[in-house]
């Protein structure tokens, strides 16, 4: 059974420079760990240390990506750069190691329209296998339209979006999450759960403000089993009397995003996410190297879970590699 882990990370050197020198209002303080120590380290590695983390893991195939919160936080004109730069080293690395990685594509979403084209040669010259996007922009949400082009693009193309969590603003840490303590707040307000607030919310303006009747064969992917979500549908579905939307806001979920486990191992989660998504919506990941670290621990969730071979393999790869079968190059 092969295995492919879709939110896996990595950075480089110049991009972690520039996060070092961002205004502080646009920081994103989750930063200090992945930025020092062997954090870096595996960030920045894209060869040996790498796929024996892998091997270690039991996964057979990554889907890098950079890590939070990518060059959204930065200038237009650096963040342009960097996304090239970035993927650039994405693509060459892949084409170093085929058969173990592969790529998501940043995107400069300060400049929306050179990002719905950086997405264009992401996919069509890098071979990479569609974007990952962290939410905001600075104070800009994902659903303002101007940067309704990426969506665009991305459905033209039929190449996946992975939408990833990246910290609160400043205002929201401090008002729901401070006065805790320096360890626990950031905990409580970043992966304790703040983090997923956030990436599900950027999805719930996604389905409320349009998006998908505008672009009707979006795809979307997020990780965590649906960034809380998925747990909440039916109480969110009080919100369907209040809109003009043709579907419920349950059913665009349903029919429009794909969840991962991002490294959390719960088989109650995938029970969840199997009775309201079904089989063909639910995709692999570690989270690598955020993740929790537990030798096999990959390999050895799937073997555990309670469906049958044909599921299981949907979820190891088989869903991901339908989805990749269908990106127009």
């Given at each position: 059974m092969?295995?492919?882990?879709?939110?896996?990370?990595?950075?480089?050197?110049?991009?972690?420079?520039?996060?070092?020198?961002?205004?502080?209002?646009?920081?994103?303080?989750?930063?200090?760990?992945?930025?020092?120590?062997?954090?870096k380290?595996?960030?920045?590695?894209l060869?040996?240390?790498r796929?024996?983390?892998?091997?270690e893991?039991?996964?057979?195939?990554?889907?890098l990506s950079?890590?939070?919160?990518?060059v959204?936080?930065?200038?237009?004109?650096?963040?342009?750069m960097l996304?090239?730069?970035?993927?650039?080293?994405?693509?060459?690395?892949?084409?170093?190691?085929?058969?173990r990685?592969?790529?998501?594509?940043?995107?400069?979403?300060?400049s929306?329209?050179?990002?719905a084209?950086?997405?264009?040669?992401?996919?069509?010259?890098?071979?990479?296998?569609?974007?990952?996007?962290?939410?905001?922009t600075?104070?800009?949400n994902?659903?303002?339209?101007?940067f309704?082009?990426?969506f665009?693009?991305?459905?033209?193309?039929r190449?996946?979006?992975?939408?990833h969590?990246?910290?609160?603003?400043?205002g929201?840490?401090?008002t729901?999450?401070?006065?805790l303590?320096?360890?626990?707040?950031?905990?409580?307000?970043?992966p304790?759960i703040g983090?997923?607030y956030?990436a599900?919310i950027?999805?719930?303006?996604l389905i409320?403000?349009?998006?998908?009747?505008?672009?009707?064969?979006l795809?979307?992917?997020?990780?965590?089993?649906?960034?809380?979500?998925?747990?909440?549908?039916?109480?969110?579905?009080?919100?369907?009397?209040?809109t003009?939307?043709?579907?419920?806001?349950?059913?665009?979920?349903?029919?429009?995003?794909?969840?991962?486990?991002?490294?959390?191992?719960?088989?109650?989660?995938l029970?969840?996410?199997?009775?309201?998504?079904?089989?063909?919506?639910?995709?692999?990941?570690?989270?690598?190297?955020?993740?929790?670290a537990?030798?096999?621990?990959?390999?050895?969730f799937?073997?555990a879970?309670?469906?049958?071979?044909?599921?299981r393999?949907?979820?190891?790869?088989?869903?991901?590699d339908?989805m990749c079968?269908?990106?127009?190059?």
């Open positions: 092969k295995i492919v882990g879709l939110e896996e990370h990595f950075a480089t050197a110049e991009v972690m420079d520039a996060w070092q020198h961002v205004d502080p209002r646009w920081s994103d303080l989750a930063l200090k760990g992945p930025t020092e120590g062997e954090g380290q595996r960030l920045l590695d060869g040996a240390k796929l024996a983390a892998m091997d893991a039991g996964v057979d195939v990554a889907v950079l890590t939070t919160p990518g959204q936080n930065l200038d237009a004109a650096l963040s342009v996304a090239r730069q970035s993927n650039d080293r994405l693509a060459d690395a892949v084409r170093s190691n085929s058969e990685l592969q790529g998501f594509a940043t995107l400069p979403t300060p929306p329209q050179t990002a084209k950086e997405l264009e040669r992401a996919i069509r010259e890098l071979g990479l296998h569609g974007a990952m996007l962290h939410g905001r600075r104070d800009r994902l659903s303002d339209e101007e309704w082009p990426i665009e693009a991305a459905e033209a193309l190449a996946p979006l992975y939408i969590p990246q910290s609160p603003q400043q929201v840490l401090d729901y999450y401070g006065g303590g320096e360890e626990l707040g950031p905990l409580f307000g970043r304790g983090w997923h956030e599900g950027q999805i719930l303006r409320l403000t349009g998006v998908f009747d505008r672009f009707p064969d795809q979307l992917i997020t990780g965590h089993w649906g960034e809380v979500v998925l747990f909440y549908l039916d109480r969110i579905d009080l919100l369907n009397s209040s003009k939307l043709p579907r419920k806001i349950s059913e665009y979920f349903q029919q429009h995003v794909a969840v991962t486990a991002s490294g959390v191992y719960s088989q109650r989660y029970r969840w996410a199997l009775e309201v998504l079904g089989p063909d919506r639910i995709l692999f990941a570690t989270d690598y190297p955020f993740g929790r537990q030798a096999g621990g990959a390999r050895e799937l073997d879970a309670q469906i049958g071979e044909e599921d393999i949907k979820v190891a790869s088989g869903n991901w339908k079968a269908q990106i127009r190059r």
